[in-house]
């Protein structure tokens, strides 16, 4: 059977896509370099071509995650029909912004050997995701839900706070452990931000900032 031949872009889309699918089905550390070429069905020296490794093909779906997490959240910055403390509902009440992709990425990065790769995808997705949570609550500040005076580095400290702390894999936590670091920090960011005790009322029903 002749090989087909796609497009450079293609064909590195095509082994992120098989990868992340093989990665959820068999788990990260059970999956093989090998099994993902068999599944696609191209030779060594094509995978290599594009990723030098596993670890490296983790990064890229990583990286296509939190692409889609801040293209989300940038939607929901720009829409100009929601109030700040809606816009602030909408990506911190629910704990898994972005797509399905997400859960199962938090486990990869979890393990022992992508601890780099797990501190730098947090440093990023604070980086990347801090100024656009600093335009809502400037937004707030202009409808007089807020009163801070320096969004952005505010909304750093406590997204890293947030970020590091109810990681429940990296501490071992409990989620009953985890509730409680939780609403420790609603009251920490309504204080942090000059807003009304009850404001950010929607991270806890369940438990949700991390």
């Known amino acids: 059977m002749a090989r087909i031949v796609k497009a450079p872009e293609e064909r590195r889309e095509e082994i992120i896509e098989t990868a992340g699918r093989l990665f959820r089905a068999h788990g990260y550390d059970k999956c093989s370099v090998e099994m993902i070429i068999r599944e696609i069905g191209v030779a060594k020296g ?9 670890p490296e093909i983790l990064q890229a779906i990583v990286d296509k995650t939190l692409d889609q997490i801040v293209e989300m959240a ?54 990347r995701l801090s100024p656009i949570l600093a335009t809502i609550v400037e937004q707030g500040i202009a409808e007089g839900e807020f009163d801070v ?46 807003a009304k005790p009850g404001s950010f009322h929607f991270m806890n029903p369940a438990g949700t900032m991390g």
């Open 46 to 54: 094509t995978f290599y071509y594009y990723f030098k490794s596993k």
């Open 74 to 127: 940038q939607g929901v910055a720009d829409d100009a029909s929601l109030s700040a403390l809606q816009k602030m509902e909408a990506l911190l009440g629910n704990s898994h912004i972005g797509n399905d992709d997400g859960p199962e990425v938090a486990e990869m990065l979890h393990l022992p050997e992508n601890r780099a790769l797990h501190e730098l995808t947090n440093i990023q997705t604070i980086l």
């Open 149 to 194: 005076e320096r969004p952005l580095e505010t909304i750093q400290f406590l997204f890293t706070g947030a970020q590091f702390l109810t990681d429940g894999g990296m501490f071992g936590f409990t989620e009953a452990e985890l509730r409680e670091r939780r609403l420790v920090m609603q009251s920490v960011i309504e204080k942090a931000l000059g």
